[in-house]
């Protein structure tokens, strides 16, 4: 990846760009001013830029302008690097497509993460390319509906690798995967996969979906009920016939369930599926038929349904925010995912599988982990389960390059249990007591943020209520922590 970094500060540009072409290994140009960055922007190939926002001439907003009217100018990711007293324009940034911005002085720890998480984007939109490309080649003469549908069958390649690696490492995981083969068996028994965030239930569902088969050419459409507005769920779920409202597509589209025919769809936290919605999700479990939004003809279905909750669907149940007939209807095949803390023998295994994994993928040298590290590991709660060890181990990889894993690089872990824990005071507006020496205006509103999802257990839309923000907001926060 060749980066661009824009900064009229010559020390400043200097260090943020020796930083990432030492420590990072990217490419590095450096300009001080937005005219001679746009200049070689129009000469070279960059896919990310860094760039100031307050600069003689043309501004870091002018200069994203500037960059989305290119010809490529879409496909490179442009991060601002402002000031505190300048998040309003940070806001307009971000609108104006900006993929993220910086706080400055720069924190090269929150650098090293936000350009890590570019480089894996573009590697995904480069992959989706090509991909692209060959299916293209390969369903030409297909229908268009067909082939829309197809284009899903691909998208399980490069994941269904996490169903051959699942960590089996406990009797309890011994059991779900036996489960997980037996409900393979028969489609059409709908599964729900129970378990706190980050305890790998997808990977679970996949494995449900494909069993002892290598076959992919089955599809596995996945459906996250949180990030789907009530208003469109319907049409997402059924799809749409032509007419059936004002946009509607000419020729109509295939909802989710139809793209599934003869494989399975995955409905992701199902306890946020809108209530007005489950009766009919419910209709089509039993009918194994559904009709189109607008439509008149009856679509029968051979769809696998695999369902997944963080969230306790009885007591749901019980304060009336979730069907009664639908929860006893999906409890038919139930598996339940214990978190982390209650497998502890599984945790070192794991850890060593996401150390060499990332060590291979950065070029480090880790290989082992030494005694100390394992008993600080041993000891977390991992409030946020295989997802937060896997994370860990990717962070120690980012920032470190030795051949042990050593407490040191493990600090961070119990810096955020004692981050804000000590004073377990609420915040109250005029009588903030600001800290000596600095205080980092995004760390704060992300503990905030993970502190409200915790005492909402992680309901997302009570958690947005709560902050006062919307759920896509606050998904966007979710995404950075």
Not at 135 to 145: A, M, N
Not at 257 to 269: K, N, P
Request: charged fraction near 30%; hydrophobic fraction near 40%.
């Amino acid at each position: 990846m060749k980066i661009l970094i824009v900064d009229d500060d010559i020390s400043s540009g200097t260090a943020v760009a020796e930083f990432i072409e030492e420590q990072l290994a990217y490419s590095i140009h450096l300009c001080h001013n937005g005219e001679e960055a746009y200049n070689s922007l129009k000469n070279e190939d960059f896919q990310m830029v860094i760039s100031d926002l307050r600069m003689p001439g043309i501004s870091g907003l002018d200069l994203l302008k500037k960059i989305k009217l290119l010809p490529k100018g879409d496909e490179i990711e442009v991060v601002i690097m402002t000031g505190f007293g300048d998040m309003e324009s940070s806001i307009e940034a971000l609108r104006g497509g900006a993929y993220d911005y910086l706080l400055k002085p720069v924190n090269i720890e929150e650098l090293a993460i936000l350009i890590e998480r570019v480089a894996e984007k573009i590697q995904l939109k480069d992959e989706n390319k090509d991909l692209k490309e060959n299916i293209k080649q390969t369903i030409s003469h297909v229908r268009k509906e067909e082939a829309e549908r197809i284009q899903y069958y691909e998208t399980t390649i490069r994941e269904i690798t996490s169903v051959g690696k699942i960590g089996v490492f406990s009797d309890v995981m011994r059991g779900v995967v036996r489960m997980a083969e037996q409900f393979h068996e028969d489609r059409s028994v709908p599964v729900l996969i129970e378990g706190e965030t980050g305890t790998g239930k997808e990977v679970v569902a996949r494995l449900v979906h494909f069993g002892k088969s290598s076959d992919i050419t089955k599809p596995f459409i996945s459906i996250n009920c949180s990030a789907i507005s009530p208003a469109l769920f319907e049409s997402e779920l059924f799809g749409y016939d032509e007419g059936a409202f004002t946009g509607a597509r000419k020729e109509g589209k295939p909802g989710k369930l139809e793209l599934a025919q003869r494989g399975t769809l995955f409905l992701d936290e199902i306890g946020e599926m809108p209530l007005d919605m489950q009766p009919k999700l419910l209709r089509v479990l039993q009918q194994r038929e559904m009709y189109r939004v607008g439509g008149s003809k009856p679509i029968e279905l051979d769809v696998r349904v695999i369902f997944a909750t963080n969230r306790n669907l009885k007591e749901m149940v019980a304060e009336k925010t979730f069907r009664s007939d639908l929860y006893y209807r999906l409890n038919t095949g139930r598996l339940y995912i214990p978190p982390l803390r209650e497998r502890k023998e599984a945790i070192l295994s794991f850890s060593q599988i996401f150390l060499d994994q990332y060590s291979k993928k950065r070029n480090r040298k880790f290989r082992f982990i030494s005694k100390d590290a394992k008993k600080i590991m041993q000891d977390y709660a991992w409030p946020g389960n295989i997802r937060e060890l896997k994370n860990t181990i990717e962070r120690a990889t980012l920032l470190y390059n030795d051949l042990e894993l050593k407490p040191e690089h493990l600090r961070f872990l119990q810096a955020d249990d004692n981050e804000f824990e000590s004073a377990e005071q609420p915040i109250v507006l005029g009588r903030i007591v600001l800290p000596d020496d600095e205080l980092r205006i995004e760390q704060l509103e992300l503990e905030i943020v993970r502190k409200a999802l915790k005492k909402f257990d992680d309901n997302k839309s009570k958690t947005a209520e709560y902050l006062g923000i919307t759920r896509s907001a606050l998904r966007s926060r979710m995404n950075k922590l």
